[in-house]
């Protein structure tokens, strides 16, 4: 990341979470779209399931995105289900839920990974340097109480004051909703105005256009070289 020198300038640091400070694990959407197939027995082509599972979640993603609410895994998966062709009136809620514990216990044998190795020093030197931090995410087929358990595996939810997940605030960036719910947890914390905040991420639009049109500072992660996972002592 290119932004060390800026951190001293602030406060309060804003962490997106995919792609900010972890990566998917490559084999999680694989046994992911297999556990779908076989739960819901879905008698067509992996490839053809893949593709939709793919779809839906981009799609669902930038609804979020426009509308600033959002999408409820559940209702993803009914999105789904219905353009594979599976008739909806076959499962009910609890079954919903049962193939998401499963889904949940996938993610956990196969973790999202960190972005970079040093990340837990890097977010360690920012809290004893008085940072308070928080991360602020979007979600979509995996919930906010998922990846809790993530960054509590990682040891590092000790680091952050609190996490911010749209599932559970129904609000989704670029929202100022979202940013708004962020800050006044903040203000919870300390004495604190938007400009002594800065939040980090890799999306254009939710992380970066969304926190400056709400007033804090942003700096985008664009992944161009690998120079941009490098974390180092402040």
């Not at 046994?31 to 992996?46: E, G, S, T, V, Y």
């Not at 007033?215 to 120079?227: E, P, R, V, W, Y």
Request: net charge negative; with cysteine.
């Amino acid at each position: 990341m290119q932004l060390i020198k800026e951190f001293n300038k602030y406060k309060h640091i804003s962490f997106d979470l995919w792609l900010t400070l972890i990566r998917s694990n490559p084999e999680y959407k694989v046994k992911r779209n297999l556990l779908f197939k076989d739960f819901f027995a879905i008698d067509k082509p992996m490839e053809e399931i893949a593709a939709v599972i793919r779809k839906f979640d981009i799609l669902t993603n930038g609804i979020n995105e426009k509308v600033t609410r959002n999408f409820d895994t559940y209702e993803i998966y009914c999105l789904i289900l219905d353009a594979l062709g599976i008739d909806l009136g076959r499962y009910n809620y609890q079954q919903l839920e049962e193939f998401y514990n499963h889904s949940e216990e996938l993610l956990m044998q196969y973790k999202p990974l960190l972005l970079d190795n040093n990340l837990p020093q890097f977010l360690k030197q920012l809290y004893d340097d008085g940072k308070t931090m928080n991360i602020l995410s979007n979600t979509a087929f995996i919930k906010g109480r998922s990846l809790r358990h993530i960054i509590a595996y990682y040891q590092l939810d000790k680091y952050f004051a609190f996490q911010a997940y749209s599932d559970e605030t129904g609000f989704s960036k670029p929202g100022l909703a979202m940013y708004e719910y962020a800050y006044q947890n903040m203000k919870r914390l300390k004495p604190i105005e938007k400009h002594e905040v800065l939040h980090v991420g890799d999306n254009v639009v939710s992380d970066y256009e969304g926190a400056l049109a709400y007033g804090f500072d942003a700096h985008l992660i664009t992944h161009k070289t690998n120079d941009e996972f490098k974390l180092q002592p402040l």
